[in-house]
């Protein structure tokens, strides 16, 4: 059942009371030397702890200055080039096998990693009735919600749910990892059926296969994917399991975690980051921009004209007036996003096997103009590129995701990032992380009822 909206006077008041005595100086942010969103002025980030994880580098010192050079990610030191070369090589998919690493450190031996993929195989089960109980009790609009209660809820069903000692909170984030892609497109199928009275659709798992083959597998009626969609999809997964200590959704991890509460929590705190369209909902965005720019531009292969479209994004002029060209720039990365480098041959492979060589074209076109537009219009500090969420939206657009689950199959990735994080924060601190701001209201005297 829907709500209505119910914006009474008084919550108007009251909104208006809370305006007025909460607005602050912005140029006392600049005079007191805060980082607005823990980053410096020329982009840094505060260092606001240590990891093994990931690495990320955009700039090199060259002669004592510090240079902008290709984007770099290493998963535990292994540069994510040599990575995806390796197991797309040997035509292997790469989702477990980078799990593997990223949790523990070394790269598997075959052995390993078919004991390991048993593992998770085995994981891949929600408790008996779960599906009824919870998923289709309440089915939301927004998957990110249904997967954050979902979350939640498992809490419930495990006897050592506030057990943080290593070995329950490993089988913990295993079990996360395995039922991500089962409780997020269980989700939509329960939204698809009850709010848009469409067909219903609950297949089971298949432990035979990896994980991005059981994503195609739980998602489509037929329960049918094709080796080349199935390998993108894996080769997403990837890209987006992992990006340094210093993202939004993977600081929340290590913030919840340093305060002692259990899995669950943790891993909830962090989908409602990932939740925010800053973080999690770029590609969605991507994919509505290039929408209005398909209505607006009469011919998508003159330069010219989708130039102009461009420039009249940054003046607020097309789709959501914003000034933005989404999937442009990063807040680390300026020459190159390697992810976005290595997913780009990937999707031109995808979109010739689904006829969609002109999508591609334009999405290539858009970015080999777009840096060239900005660096015109705007005054920045670093080089603008593609970032990874350019083309995953159109990835996902190819291989039938609907919108609803773009960010929660982000979430099916980055849970291994963030289960790695909460394993790294238990195991190297007992502190509880807590920053300092500064207060700026001045000290005010009591006033008595009849004197206000």
Excluded at 215 to 221: A, E, F, N, V
Excluded at 364 to 373: C, Y
Excluded at 418 to 447: C, G
Aim: charge should be neutral; aromatic fraction near 10%; glycine fraction near 6%.
């Amino acid at each position: 059942m829907a709500y209505k909206l119910n914006i009474t006077p008084e919550i108007e008041r009251l909104t208006e009371v809370c305006l007025e005595n909460s607005r602050i100086n912005s140029d006392l942010y600049k005079e007191l030397d805060i980082k607005r969103g823990l980053r410096d002025i020329n982009g840094a980030g505060v260092r606001a702890g240590l990891t093994k994880i990931s690495t990320i580098n955009s700039f090199k010192m060259v002669d004592g200055v510090k240079t902008p050079c290709d984007g770099e990610l290493y998963y535990r030191g292994i540069d994510i080039h040599e990575l995806t070369d390796g197991f797309i090589n040997e035509k292997r998919f790469g989702f477990e096998e980078m799990t593997y690493l990223l949790l523990f450190g070394k790269l598997p031996t075959d052995d390993e990693l078919a004991d390991f993929i048993k593992e998770l195989a085995n994981q891949r089960a929600l408790p008996r009735n779960f599906v009824r109980d919870v998923i289709m009790k309440a089915p939301s609009k927004d998957m990110m919600n249904t997967l954050a209660r979902s979350v939640l809820t498992l809490y419930s069903y495990d006897s050592l749910a506030d057990d943080i000692s290593l070995p329950n909170v490993m089988r913990q984030c295993l079990n996360l990892i395995a039922v991500f892609p089962m409780l997020s497109v269980y989700g939509y199928h329960a939204h698809n059926h009850y709010n848009n009275g469409k067909s219903l659709y609950i297949h089971q798992p298949n432990k035979s296969l990896s994980t991005a083959e059981n994503i195609l597998r739980l998602l489509r009626p037929d329960k049918k994917y094709t080796e080349i969609e199935a390998t993108v999809l894996d080769l997403a997964l990837v890209l987006h399991m992992e990006h340094g200590g210093g993202n939004n959704s993977t600081f929340t991890t290590h913030v919840v975690t340093s305060s002692g509460t259990d899995t669950y929590s943790a891993i909830a705190a962090a989908l409602g980051s990932l939740k925010g369209p800053k973080h999690g909902g770029a590609n969605i965005k991507v994919m509505q921009m290039f929408k209005d720019l398909k209505n607006t531009v009469k011919d998508l292969t003159d330069e010219d004209e989708v130039s102009a479209y461009l420039r009249g994004l940054l003046h607020k002029e097309y789709f959501d007036k914003k000034g933005l060209i989404y999937g442009m720039g990063h807040a680390v990365y300026s020459i190159s996003d390697p992810r976005a480098n290595i997913f780009k041959g990937y999707v031109e492979r995808l979109a010739k096997s689904k006829g969609n060589d002109a999508d591609y074209e334009l999405y290539s076109m858009v970015e080999r103009l777009a840096p060239k537009i900005i660096s015109e219009e705007r005054h920045i500090y670093k080089g603008v590129s593609a970032n990874i969420d350019f083309y995953s939206g159109l990835v996902y657009h190819m291989l039938g995701l609907p919108p609803e689950l773009y960010t929660p199959i982000f979430a099916c990735a980055r849970i291994t990032g963030w289960s790695a994080h909460r394993l790294e924060e238990l195991i190297n601190t007992d502190k509880i992380i807590r920053p300092a701001y500064v207060s700026v209201q001045d000290n005010e005297p009591y006033t008595f009822m009849k004197d206000r």
